[in-house]
């Protein structure tokens, strides 16, 4: 496959032939055959990107973090350094003898979606089957142990809500059912859990 302007660092192994044009891959990563990169993304070093995962156009991935199968990121994501996913709510080793029917299928597959626009913070933990909604903001060191609606902050260990963010990333201002953002100017309402652009 064609690739346009793609930079990979000569010690990182990407295996993948699906890499999308203006995308870096730096020093020491390892992209496995059967992920999807997206265009104009960025891959930090030391990262792990396994079969099967699929990254959108224009995220940045920053340095040691780990994409297992079942992980999508959406479209315009910051997965800040460290943050780690997981992908089994009831992880064993496949070689233990007890374990090794689980894994024989994928049932224990339970996959993760990181949708568009959203940041998780330097070392947030995203427990497997825990989505994040459109520009949600999960902050460093954060615990996600259930999904995140989208333009939430989330914060604290387990996570939790502690507002608004715009889609500029600011923290949203709140008046009632209304939301503004100071920096940008665009407007919200926010109806339950559900923020939408006015």
């Known amino acids: 496959m064609a690739r346009c ?3 990979i660092h000569p010690t990182s ?3 993948t032939e699906h890499i999308g044009d203006n ?3 730096w020093a020491y990563s390892h992209i496995m055959a059967g992920a999807t990169i997206g265009a104009n993304c960025n891959i930090g070093e030391h990262c792990f990107i396994e079969s099967h995962v699929t990254v959108e156009d224009n995220v940045t991935i920053k340095n040691g973090c780990c994409l297992w199968e079942g992980i999508t990121i959406g479209a315009g994501a910051f997965i800040g350094p460290g943050v780690i996913f997981t992908n089994d709510l009831y992880p064993r080793s496949p070689r233990l003898p007890e374990a090794a029917d689980r894994y024989r ?10 949708a568009e626009g959203a940041t998780l913070g330097a070392g947030a933990i995203i427990v497997a089957g825990c989505n994040i ?9 954060a615990v996600v142990t259930r999904s995140v609606p989208a333009h939430a902050l989330m914060i604290g260990a387990p996570a939790r809500r502690r507002g608004w963010v715009c889609v ?5 201002t709140r008046a009632g ?7 940008c100017q665009r407007m919200f309402v926010l109806s339950g859990d559900t923020v939408v652009a006015r």
């Open 177 to 183: 059912a209304e939301l503004s953002c100071p920096h």
């Open 168 to 172: 500029c990333g600011r923290p949203l």
């Open 133 to 141: 909604g459109a520009f949600a903001t999960v902050a460093a060191g």
């Open 105 to 114: 299928t994928k049932e224990w597959l339970v996959p993760t979606h990181v």
């Open 23 to 25: 995308t870096r891959v």
């Open 13 to 15: 192994l990407v295996e």
């Open 5 to 7: 302007n793609v930079y």
